[in-house]
């Protein structure tokens, strides 16, 4: 089986080295300010070149963090334009009343001024712990040295800067020849824990160097957030801060090259969604579901995504247990209509069940498949290599199909998550 | 704070020893027939008083066992009215194709020969192995034993030969005078998380010796399962043989009893299902989550069962970590309306948040408040003492109050599920 990246079509883009400022014109920075007590960099800049759009995609959590509010205010009231994102990690100044919005603004306020910005046109995001407000003379004085630092080859030190628990950085750029014209599109991401559908205390961040309207912009980013980020899921839980912010400034792009743009922005997110599944706290491998055969797409992926976010598949994919009955009961309880005497299933290459019944399968050669993919990468080309184990559930003869991503869940994940405040 | 068992009013009903076979009437039996490979108690029998009424709920699970299906259909066949339960533990009879109807119709057709009864009166229930037929020839040679065993102190056989994972048999009786009249009721159930597809599955059964009429028997019951069994979590999975069934018959209630009838229901549904949750997988504290001030009661059940779901939080309370900022980023991913401003939190007796912000508190005391209740039970009378961690979130000035239970989410948890069936 083979769990597609891309939509099906000529894919005219290619892996180069960089993340957010492989595109032209997109300049970073990312520095240590004093924020993380462990000293690790704590403070990222990312500037887009003049003129860009800027769509934004925020968790759809009842209590958020102000600068999520800020963010989502600013970009309404101008239309889906800002030129610069701060992100400070260390505190996620959520729960913090109304001094969350005071900070954000004085935040965004001082680092215009440096940047000889109007504020409207500058973004916040904030990662950390709840409950703690930002130590704003630690932030503010961090911005010269920020700005200071500022590159055309920023983007790897942006990418460690936005860091909370996780392992690593994630990073991704892509590049294709439209219309004889280069195009690039970079990415970064954070988020290892809280991470579910609606987005996760998972910040992501594109840019790009084609011109699009703001609009059109914003329906492309807002179809490719859900085919990835609202397709991965860690452990059910939707952070406060979740963001992502979608940055496209350059030549105008001809509207034939509109869908391998989409495609293009639709890999990168999901190469960043993948990176955040994979570095699930407690994670030994990527789980891909790819569900067919159900009325329509949204079903599909909310039957995927509901396989995904099961603790009891999580486990026995931890155990490398090919227990198909708890894949199965959690396609049932998905909340979507299918006949469940039509359900088949795979696990990688062994078939489990055909016609809603189980089959007689090799248990310890499905186990072992589950066993190797301990080892690898899952960013390996090879769908029969690299560490995702692959799950493909077909529930009917309907036309709509659907991935989710997430990743196993460990006695390591417990112990992260019951030892990690006090 | 006080986590309540039952709804604020004069409780006329006293805890008495037993359980399914206290109230008048009814018989019930539990013996080993050889179902499991274990030679544990492994077919259960409850018969009812004639004239009985039967309500019945349910597994939401698209994906249901045929016995499910098959006790659906004739509740609703006969307005709700039934005699007997069978119930075999070892094979969940579920993605058995159609093998998994005839082999309940057979046994229930055998089983009513032998109580002289209609097929039709007679119920089955089956949980253990998804995917596994039921060993018919040994179940039907064990039916002429278990009638033989029915007897009106039946009902802890029975409450043992249903039980699958389950660490502990859960049962309960009460007693009230109403009307200067005797009325009991009685129940048993099974489950260790509602899941664990493979072998687990919550059953719960119930017995009243007071005569209600169907279609208000069917209310209450539905009112009571929303209160009970459907306000408890253990790993957010459902199973594909969830069914609750409870029994009614002997002489009828006058009707200005019906409330205190329904608060009796209630009671004994809340304590069974606050068994299961205690019993969850790994456990090693049961978790009662309070939810006040919302704008209705079905928006704070979903705020309660939203915190007790989380994994998060769940790792947190095993970890004795009084990580505020969890349980309300679990609130406000709920998909309920309230002004986060609003909220206060409380960890027993330690406020730990107001309007909507963190309070200085003694990190070290709530620390240890959740470790004492690592002892003791949960059906301690005094709610200061026993094993459960409350939590108590007001979020806001409505009347709409609720409560769900949960367990503690531990690296035993995962070691269970991930090492089951390989």
């Not at 990312?30 to 000293?39: D, E, H, V, W």
């Not at 968790?59 to 101008?78: F, G, I, K, P």
């Not at 909310?302 to 227990?323: E, M, Q, W, Y």
């Not at 080892?375 to 493909?392: C, E, F, K, Q, W």
Request: charged share 15%; glycine share 12%; aromatic share 4%.
């Amino acid at each position: 089986m083979q769990v597609a990246i891309l939509p099906a079509m000529t894919n005219p883009w290619l892996p180069i080295p960089g993340g957010l400022t492989a595109p032209a014109g997109f300049l970073a920075a990312g520095i240590t300010a004093g924020l993380k007590p462990s000293g690790n960099p704590d403070l990222s800049l990312l500037l887009a070149p003049e003129g860009a759009v800027c769509a934004g995609s925020f968790t759809t959590s009842l209590v958020r963090a102000a600068c999520v509010d800020l963010c989502a205010e600013r970009l309404a009231a101008s239309g889906g334009r800002a030129r610069a994102v701060l992100t400070n990690s260390g505190q996620a100044n959520a729960c913090t009343g109304e001094r969350g919005l005071a900070d954000s603004l004085a935040a965004t306020a001082a680092l215009a001024q440096r940047l000889n910005l109007a504020a409207e046109e500058v973004l916040i995001c904030s990662t950390g712990v709840i409950g703690v407000p930002i130590p704003m003379d630690t932030l503010i004085a961090g911005l010269e040295p920020l700005v200071a630092a500022l590159a055309s080859d920023g983007g790897e030190a942006a990418a460690r800067a936005i860091l909370t628990t996780d392992l690593v950085d994630k990073q991704i750029a892509l590049e294709a020849q439209l219309g004889g014209r280069r195009v690039r599109i970079g990415g970064m991401a954070k988020g290892s824990g809280m991470i579910h559908p609606n987005m996760a205390t998972m910040l992501g961040y594109l840019s790009c160097d084609a011109g699009v309207p703001a609009e059109l912009w914003q329906q492309m980013v807002r179809r490719a957030v859900e085919r990835s980020f609202n397709a991965i899921t860690v452990d059910g839980d939707t952070s406060t801060n979740d963001t992502f912010l979608a940055f496209a400034a350059g030549k105008p792009l001809a509207p034939e090259h509109f869908d391998a743009l989409e495609a293009g922005l639709t890999a990168v997110s999901q190469h960043l969604a993948r990176a955040i599944a994979r570095d699930g706290e407690g994670a030994t491998c990527l789980i891909a579901v790819r569900v067919e055969g159900a009325a329509d797409d949204a079903g599909a992926r909310a039957i995927a995504r509901t396989i995904c976010g099961s603790s009891l598949v999580k486990c026995a994919i931890h155990g490398r247990d090919p227990n198909w009955g708890r894949i199965v009961a959690a396609a049932g309880r998905a909340g979507v209509a299918f006949d469940p005497e039509a359900v088949a299933l795979w696990l990688g290459d062994h078939q489990l069940m055909e016609a809603g019944q189980p089959l007689v399968f090799d248990r310890a050669a499905a186990s072992r498949y589950m066993k190797d993919r301990a080892n690898g990468s899952y960013l390996s080309a090879d769908p029969a290599s690299g560490d995702t184990v692959a799950i493909r559930l077909l529930v009917g003869a309907g036309a709509g199909s659907g991935l989710a991503w997430g990743c196993d869940l460990s006695d390591q994940y417990v112990r992260i998550n019951a030892d990690y405040t006090t």
